[in-house]
């Protein structure tokens, strides 16, 4: 597609459920962000794929949260026993390569709502 | 580490007026600097962009100008519009520290008729 797609766009879970949220990078782009935006917060950053380095994911709130990356291309962000305070925007970004002044493109985000 | 302080909203202008969001940044290194956008309901939009210093970004009549000295990217634009309305935040962007943009909390911008 033109865009960094992201699904699914609204998710509602039970507390103590995982989820899964996926990114469909633009093609070609080497570089992955995920990013969480939460309700009277700023963007808060989650973890980095640069190809086939090791990610950086000191962003990471707790080890509930994983990434993956599979083939260079399509991301899955997991969210292992939910919890409310994980309710946000989960929003995945790409750029061509990881370089400063590399523009990001970012989805439109996938809306997450722990109850 | 790097930090990013902008101005806090809600900005709220009439329409015609002109506007300046204010954002300071501190980065390790030597930034690269964005400011994005956010419209209702929509996803996040690159507005503009500077990589080095005296640089001036522009698009869509705004603008913002890289002062290495007082470390900020200012967000101008001259005449605002209704459509003008979103939230904007500023972004700096190092290499070697991940290449990730650490944001702001935005600002938000009402533009009334």
């Known amino acids: 597609g033109a865009g960094v797609s992201q699904s699914p766009s609204n998710k509602v879970t039970e507390k103590g459920k995982d989820v899964e949220l996926r990114c469909d990078p633009i093609?070609?782009?080497?570089?992955l962000y995920w990013y969480r935006q939460s309700l009277g917060q700023g963007l808060e950053f989650l973890i980095y794929?640069?190809?086939?380095?090791?990610?950086?994911k000191s962003g990471l709130p707790s080890d509930r949260f994983s990434a993956e990356r599979t083939g260079g291309s399509v991301s899955t962000l997991t969210i292992q026993r939910t919890q409310q305070e994980d309710s946000a925007v989960y929003l995945c970004?790409?750029?061509?390569?990881?370089?400063?002044?590399?523009?990001?493109?970012f989805g439109e985000g996938s809306w997450l709502t722990v109850v | 580490g790097n930090s990013v302080t902008q101005m806090e909203g809600p900005v709220t202008l009439s329409e015609e007026a002109f506007l300046t969001i204010n954002c300071t940044y501190t980065?390790?290194?030597?930034?690269?600097l964005f400011w994005y956008v956010q419209y209702p309901g929509e996803g996040l939009q690159l507005l503009l962009k500077?990589?080095?210093?005296?640089d001036k970004g522009s698009n869509k009549g705004f603008e913002a100008t890289y002062r290495k000295e007082t470390t900020s990217f200012h967000l101008e634009k001259g005449s605002v519009q209704v459509s003008d309305s979103a939230v904007y935040f500023c972004?700096?962007?190092?290499?070697?520290?991940?290449?990730?943009?650490?944001f702001g909390t935005g600002t938000q911008l009402k533009v009334e008729l």
């Open positions: 500077a990589t080095k210093a005296d």
């Open positions: 972004a700096p962007m190092v290499t070697g520290g991940g290449n990730k943009l650490t």
């Open positions: 794929f640069q190809g086939n380095s090791a990610p950086d």
């Open positions: 970004a790409s750029s061509s390569q990881g370089s400063a002044g590399n523009t990001i493109y």
């Open positions: 093609s070609g782009h080497t570089a």
């Open positions: 980065a390790t290194g030597y930034p690269s």
